[in-house]
């Protein structure tokens, strides 16, 4: 419901394109259904006491500074895929 939210998409879209207050208007009707849903949508594995607390998860991962929290994972690693095509992806056949 979250990743890759078809409305969410179109906004930024109308965002690139300059149009501002659509796109405000998109993103207020993605987030309005995003809170009717009454999901979990933490994608996170673990139950901590931040579980699904996206705004004090994200400070504390910001103030450790030591990995993204889960539900950026994906998304930087699809982001790093393509760029790392550049180099075959040599980043993969280095040993640690």
């Known amino acids: ?17 300059g149009d501002a207050a659509a796109a405000r208007k998109l ?3 993605f987030l309005t259904q995003v ?7 933490c994608s996170c ?7 699904g607390k996206c705004v004090e998860c ?3 991962h910001r103030g450790h500074g030591d990995h ?3 539900c950026f994972q994906e998304m930087v690693n699809r ?3 393509s760029l790392s095509a550049l180099t075959e992806h040599s980043f993969r056949n280095r040993e640690a």
């Not at 969410?8 to 690139?16: G, S, T, V, Y």
């Open 1 to 17: 419901m979250i990743d890759n939210n078809e409305l969410e998409i179109r906004a930024m879209e109308l965002f690139r394109k």
């Open 27 to 29: 993103q207020e009707e």
């Open 35 to 41: 809170k009717r849903s009454g999901e979990d949508l």
């Open 45 to 51: 594995p673990a139950k901590c006491a931040y579980h």
């Open 58 to 60: 994200v400070v504390i």
């Open 68 to 70: 993204l929290p889960h």
């Open 79 to 81: 982001r790093i895929e």
